[in-house]
């Protein structure tokens, strides 16, 4: 009878020890996944903000050619009052 608890003992500790492991397995691959998309937000949002800061430039090149084209403006209507 001992023969049989002991075999069960040792059926139940070895089946605790096959979860932990498959657990601390599965743990691990959830981590690396977490790690891989976090990492590709991360990229993802660098290249938002850089396309970002691309955009913003845009504002200050539109104010200098909105100073040159009333610079022609005045131009033009200078050549058109001489003729």
């Known amino acids: 009878m001992s023969e049989v608890v002991i075999a069960a ?4 500790a070895a089946s ?5 492991i ?3 397995g599965q743990r691990k691959k959830r981590d690396m996944e ?3 998309k976090e990492a590709k937000l991360e990229a993802r949002l660098a290249s938002i903000e850089n396309k970002l800061d691309a955009h913003n430039g845009y504002g200050d090149k539109i104010g200098s050619i909105e100073k040159d084209i009333a610079v022609i403006r005045t131009k033009i209507e200078m050549l058109v ?3």
């Open 22 to 24: 498959s657990a601390f």
């Open 9 to 12: 003992l040792i059926g139940a």
């Open 34 to 36: 977490a790690a891989v």
């Open 16 to 20: 605790i020890i096959v979860n932990l």
């Open 81 to 83: 009052s001489k003729a």
